[in-house]
C-alpha cells in the first residue's frame, strides 16, 4: 500500500515556473516507477512523464519536452515535477501515481498505475 500526496500546485503567470511535489508513504520509494498525469478542464488525463524506479530513465510528452524535469529523491521518499515556462494551456489539475511492478518498462497509460494522489491544481494566466 503506498499513499501519494501532490503539493506545490498553484496560480503562476505565463512564462512562470512551478515544481510540484509528490510525497510517498506506506513503503519506501526506491522500486517504485512514478509518473505525473494531468487533466484539463473537460478533457482526458494525460501523461506529461514518467521517472523509473532504477533513476535512469524518464519520458517527457512531446508537449512538455524541454520545459518539464522529473526528478526524485528516494532518501525523502518524494518525485519532483519542476515545471519551466509555463502556458496557459498547462493549466489542468496534476497527478503523480505509482507503479509497483518494477518492470523495465516505463508506463505511460494511466491503467498501468497502482496507486494515485488526489491532485494538485495549476492554473496559468495570460
Known amino acids: 500500500q503506498v499513499q501519494l500526496v501532490e503539493s506545490g500546485g498553484g496560480l503562476v503567470q505565463a512564462g512562470g515556473s512551478l515544481r510540484l511535489s509528490c510525497a510517498a508513504s506506506?513503503?519506501?520509494?526506491?522500486?517504485?516507477?512514478v509518473g505525473w498525469f494531468r487533466q484539463g478542464p473537460g478533457k482526458e488525463r494525460d501523461i506529461v512523464g514518467v521517472i523509473h524506479w532504477s533513476e535512469v530513465r524518464t519520458y517527457y510528452a512531446d508537449f512538455v519536452k524541454g520545459r518539464f524535469t522529473i526528478s526524485r529523491d528516494n532518501a525523502r521518499n518524494t518525485v519532483y515535477l519542476q515545471m519551466n515556462s509555463l502556458k496557459p494551456e498547462d493549466t489542468a489539475v496534476y497527478y503523480c501515481?505509482?507503479?509497483?511492478?518494477?518492470?523495465?518498462?516505463?508506463?505511460?497509460?494511466?491503467?498501468?498505475?497502482?496507486?494515485w494522489g488526489q491532485g494538485t491544481q495549476v492554473t496559468v494566466s495570460s
Open positions: 501515481a505509482a507503479d509497483l511492478s518494477a518492470t523495465w518498462s516505463l508506463p505511460t497509460r494511466s491503467t498501468e498505475y497502482n496507486y
Open positions: 506506506g513503503r519506501t520509494f526506491s522500486g517504485i516507477t
